[in-house]
């Protein structure tokens, strides 16, 4: 098993995707961290050219959603992946069928990993923000308080915030504007709805996550 340094060192995206996909690998967020830096690295070689760039591409965004499961967790990865597969597409284009390059598969793969739907996200989001704040008034106070906890909240917060506004800066224009045939039958979605218009659901949570945020600061600025 490589040591994180020996990570570092790795130059070929057939190693490093053969690496990730052994069954033994840690469970170290500093090594998958190290690996996830490898990647994006060689992704952005595509600036200056690097030839293997593309490849390297697919390896990142591999590397990010084993690493979600295995050990960082969506708000470690889902705003690096969102940038990794817009990085990938302004590149070397759009690909239909890559779930790297296309457009479709990189927005259903991100509303997957939010809850699947506006709704359900947006509650989460709520919630989750309203517990890390208890908790870290908690801890403040000296009243115990767990600060791995608030940690978490924060990164998951601000990682899914992070990735739905690059999705609907980058992202939502690339999305198909008809809708797709077949309707609610064929694909789930309701008739006449476009990938499109569903993004555009999304996005307009980002003022109502907005509001919450705003709602909570002025209480503590009063104090």
């Given at each position: 098993?490589?040591?994180?340094?020996?990570?570092?060192?790795?130059?070929?995206?057939a190693e490093m995707r053969d690496l990730i996909r052994r069954g033994d690998l840690p469970d170290d967020p500093h090594w998958w961290s190290a690996v996830i830096s490898v990647g994006q690295s060689a992704l952005v070689g595509a600036e200056s050219g690097r030839v293997d760039a593309d490849e390297?591409?697919?390896?990142?965004?591999?590397?990010?959603?084993?690493?979600?499961?295995?050990?960082?967790?969506?708000?470690?990865?889902?705003?690096?992946?969102?940038?990794?597969?817009?990085?990938?597409?302004?590149?070397?284009?759009?690909?239909?069928?890559?779930?790297?390059?296309?457009?479709?598969?990189?927005?259903?793969?991100?509303?997957?990993?939010?809850?699947?739907?506006?709704?359900?996200?947006?509650?989460?989001?709520?919630?989750?923000?309203?517990?890390?704040?208890?908790?870290?008034?908690?801890?403040?106070?000296?009243?115990?308080?767990?600060?791995?906890?608030?940690?978490?909240?924060?990164?998951?917060?601000?990682?899914?915030?992070?990735?739905?506004?690059?999705?609907?800066?980058?992202?939502?224009?690339?999305?198909?504007?008809?809708?797709?045939?077949?309707?609610?039958?064929?694909?789930?979605?309701?008739?006449?709805?476009?990938?499109?218009?569903?993004?555009?659901?999304?996005?307009?949570?980002?003022?109502?996550?907005?509001?919450?945020?705003?709602?909570?600061?002025?209480?503590?600025?009063?104090?």
């Open positions: 098993m490589p040591t994180f340094g020996e990570v570092h060192r790795i130059e070929s995206a390297w591409a697919s390896v990142l965004v591999e590397s990010l959603d084993v690493a979600a499961l295995r050990t960082l967790g969506v708000g470690e990865t889902v705003f690096r992946r969102m940038i990794a597969c817009i990085a990938a597409m302004h590149y070397f284009g759009e690909c239909t069928g890559d779930p790297v390059r296309d457009p479709e598969l990189v927005f259903r793969h991100f509303t997957a990993s939010l809850g699947g739907s506006p709704e359900v996200y947006f509650q989460r989001y709520r919630d989750t923000f309203a517990s890390a704040l208890r908790e870290n008034k908690r801890v403040r106070a000296g009243e115990g308080g767990d600060l791995r906890a608030v940690s978490a909240a924060r990164s998951w917060l601000d990682g899914t915030r992070g990735a739905l506004t690059q999705m609907c800066r980058e992202l939502a224009s690339r999305l198909a504007e008809e809708p797709r045939a077949g309707g609610l039958e064929r694909t789930g979605e309701e008739p006449g709805v476009s990938l499109r218009d569903e993004a555009a659901l999304w996005c307009a949570l980002l003022p109502q996550i907005e509001g919450v945020r705003s709602a909570e600061r002025v209480p503590q600025g009063t104090q």
